[in-house]
């Protein structure tokens, strides 16, 4: 604050400075112009003086010859009377020098009489006079008189000169002055436009910002041809929450540079705030606005070509001035933004639909694998991040974030202290990538051995790799195995687990039939009201782990013996479940 009141202080005092200065500059020059007009009077004094002493002469020649010039004599007293007071015919100018007019007086008496001397050599002659030696003195006089008026000139111009140099300093320091003034005026006005720029230009995307789109939208009557489109990003919340905000203004970028070059030059594009954007455009009827934004759309999906892991998803919508007669700016972008949710929804609709696709397909990978997993995550090596694709009503992570923050608060709570930094070694991407290389490459991590009854698996399954061939996608699955003996479940804890399961593949599946399918290993088919068992189904890829579920017994039998024996021979097992 003192800063600023300090060069408020310095920039009064140099202004203040500058006025002064121009007002001295001012005075000197008007006092240079009074003397320049002395020295040009005083240069004309000079000469009439000059002209006295010739016309003097003249006359004196002229009356020692018998010739009376009284018209000669009345302009000499002319000159001497214009040389002492000043004469506005002869432009003269009357001499401020007292020695000068100390001299004219001589002057002016010595010429009286030196006219009487003439008049003596009218009628006398000049032999009975002393014209000679009056005149001869009063040449000496105009001499000296003209010296005096020379001395006052060059007195003049020696003041003159000075004022000069005063006058040369005063504009050099108010010419430093004012071009100091200039200076920071440009560098204000240059303030001034980064200022601007800044008020009305968004830093992280280059368009106009959210200012320059609400004074847009505040105008009350838009044009006939006029349009609004309303824009919004989608998955950005994903992007920070996986990768960052950095990641998630890159994202942004993207779609601003994107989006701009998309658009015709001409038309007007905008950041009206966070991931929605405002383009105004001018001249396009509704056929164009459609044309134009399935070309923007184009030009996204080319440019996400590049950036398969991130690819640009956003909705828009659009209004025209003509569909709404009479309506504001604001009220036109309050129907595009309707429109660009209606949109939306579509979008995300169709991206839930592949990503439930891929998610099935993902799945059906899991399940050739025959085990039970109760949650699996599939993972991006190349971006870090992850979203769960099968997760049980207990599964203690998001349901989508970063891989390797997923990996820390695995390590944290579900990890006993011993394994954690194996299994965390383990997990890494970079190792992971170093021992994952073809589709039989899948990793296994047990851990919490010592849990009573049970321990935990992780299980890695790669499912594709990058250009460069390495892993890009991989699955990572949870599964809880029973130890034999001293793990066996109760019927309502093994009731729990497979209907939990159940729902699961239920959900996954969208079928009843498949989801039991799922879940088996042997099928048996019963027919309960004849008590018979008639036949059972082993699943493919089951053969080997449901071999120990089978029992020789001739089928068909009846369904309650089979059951007595399976439990006799296998007291500890658990029964079978029937269809």
Known sequence: ???????????????????????????????????????????????????????????????LSTQQENEMIHDIRTFIDGLRNGNDELN???????????????????????YKKIYLVRFKGARNTDIIPESEEFFVICDEATGLAEKYSQKKATSLSLLEKYITADIVVL???????????????????????????????????????????????????????????????????????????????????????????????????????????????????????????????????????TPLSYAAGFALASDFPGSTMRELFNCADKNMYINKNHVKREEAAAEKHQGYQLLKLLNQHGSNFSDCLYCDARMDTYRAIRSSENFFLASDGAYSGAVEQIIEEQVEKSSQADIREGLQISELQKKMHTKKDVLEYEYNIGKQGAYNRFTLIPVDWDE????????????????????????????????????????????????????????????????????????????????????????????????????????????????
């Open 92 to 114: 003269l100018v009357r001499l401020n020098d007292v020695d000068f007019q100390n001299k004219m007086r001589e002057l002016d008496d010595k010429f009286s009489d030196l």
């Open 175 to 309: 010419m430093l002055l004012i071009g100091y003034e200039l200076i920071k005026a440009i560098q204000y006005a240059a303030m001034n436009r980064l200022l601007q720029r800044k008020v009305y230009l968004d830093d992280a995307t280059g368009l106009p910002n959210k200012n320059k789109c609400e004074e847009l939208l505040s105008e009350t009557e838009p044009d006939a041809d006029t349009g609004v489109c309303s824009f919004d990003l989608n998955n950005l919340r994903r992007i920070n929450d996986s990768r960052g905000h950095e990641a998630g203004d890159a994202y942004i970028r993207r779609f601003a540079i994107c989006l701009r070059a998309s658009m015709p030059a001409e038309q007007f594009v905008g950041r009206a705030g966070g991931d929605e954007f405002l383009a105004v455009t001018h001249g396009l009827d509704r056929e164009q606005m459609t044309q134009c934004l399935e070309k923007v759309r184009r030009d996204m999906r080319e440019e996400s070509k590049v950036y398969p892991d």
């Open 1 to 63: 604050m003192s800063e600023v009141k300090n060069k408020k202080k310095k920039s009064s005092i140099i202004q203040v400075s500058i006025g002064v200065l121009a007002v001295i500059l001012a005075i000197l020059i008007i006092i240079m112009m009074g003397i320049v007009s002395d020295i040009q009077g005083t240069a004309r004094i000079v000469n009439y003086t000059g002209l006295v002493r010739g016309e003097t002469q003249r006359l004196i020649k002229l009356e």
């Open 468 to 579: 460069d061939k390495k892993l890009h996608h991989f699955l990572l699955a949870f599964e809880t195995i029973r130890k034999t003996s001293e793990g066996q479940t109760g019927a309502k804890e093994q009731l729990q687990l497979y209907y939990e399961q159940l729902k699961q593949s239920i959900l996954e599946n969208d079928s009843y039939v498949d989801a039991l399918l799922e879940l088996s290993d042997v099928i048996y088919t019963v027919n309960l009201t004849k008590d018979a068992l008639e036949r059972r189904v082993v699943l493919n890829g089951k053969e080997q782990k449901s071999r120990e579920l089978f029992m020789d017994y001739p089928l068909p039998c009846s369904y309650r013996d089979y059951c007595w024996e399976y439990e006799k021979k296998s007291p500890r097992k658990q029964l079978p479940v029937t269809a």
